[in-house]
C-alpha cells in the first residue's frame, strides 16, 4: 500500500510539472506574439519621412501646376509637402498667394467657366483646348520672401477662402511651428525677440 501510495504521489508531481511547462510555453507564446511589429507603420513611416521622395513630389507637383493650374488637387497637395519638407517660407508663399482676395477671384471666375463649358457640351468631360483655356485664367504663385509675423486677416478675406480652405488649417499649423521656435529661441537665450527689436531701435 505504501509503494502504492508514493508512485500516485510521484505521478501526481509529475503531471504537475508537464501541466506548469505548458503553461509556461503558452505564455512564451503569447508574448513572442505581441512583441512582433507590424510592417505596415514601419514602411509607411519610412516613406512619410523621407527627403528625397518628398523633393521629387515637390519638382513634380510644380510642374503639373505649371502644366494645368486649373487641377486643384495638386494645388492643394503643395504646401503639405512645403511644410513636410520644412521650406517654411516658401509655404507662407505660396499659401499667402492662394488665400488673397484677387486669387480667391481668379479661382471663382474659373470655376464659373468650368461649370459653363460642362453645362453647353452637355455634361460631359472638357476637351484639351477648353483645359488650357481655363488654366490661363489662374495666374501662378509670385510670391516671394513675404513677412511671416504679419497677421493674415490684414490681407485675407475670411469670405472668399473657401475654394482653398485646406490652407487655412496649414497657415494656422505654420504660425504654431513659427510660435514654437520664437519661444525655444528665448528659453535658450534668456531673451525676448521684443528685447532684440527694443535694442536695434535704440
Not at 82 to 106: G, H
Not at 152 to 158: F, H, Q
Not at 176 to 194: A, F, K, N, R, T
Request: charge should be negative; hydrophobic fraction near 30%; glycine fraction near 4%.
Amino acid at each position: 500500500n505504501f509503494d502504492d501510495e508514493e508512485e500516485e504521489e510521484e505521478e501526481e508531481s509529475s503531471n504537475k510539472t508537464n501541466d506548469n511547462a505548458k503553461d509556461k510555453q503558452e505564455t512564451e507564446t503569447i508574448t513572442t506574439t505581441k512583441e512582433v511589429p507590424t510592417s505596415t507603420t514601419t514602411t509607411t513611416s519610412k516613406y512619410m519621412h523621407n527627403p528625397l521622395a518628398l523633393s521629387q513630389a515637390l519638382n513634380l507637383s510644380l510642374n503639373l501646376l505649371h502644366l494645368d493650374r486649373t487641377d486643384g488637387r495638386i494645388r492643394i497637395l503643395l504646401p503639405s509637402i512645403y511644410l513636410q519638407l520644412q521650406q517654411y517660407q516658401n509655404a507662407y508663399d505660396y499659401i499667402k498667394f492662394w488665400l488673397l482676395p484677387q486669387t480667391n477671384a481668379a479661382v471663382v471666375s474659373m470655376l464659373e467657366h468650368q461649370q459653363q463649358q460642362q453645362v453647353s457640351g452637355g455634361g460631359g468631360e472638357m476637351n484639351t483646348d477648353d483645359v488650357d483655356e481655363e488654366s490661363h485664367l489662374l495666374p501662378l504663385p509670385t510670391l516671394y520672401n513675404e513677412d511671416m509675423t504679419e497677421k493674415p486677416e490684414v490681407w485675407m478675406d475670411v469670405d472668399s477662402v473657401y475654394t482653398s480652405v485646406g490652407m487655412v488649417f496649414e497657415l494656422a499649423y505654420l504660425k504654431c511651428i513659427m510660435m514654437l521656435q520664437v519661444q525655444q529661441y528665448e528659453d535658450e537665450h534668456g531673451q525676448s525677440l521684443d528685447d532684440d527689436d527694443d535694442d536695434d531701435d535704440d
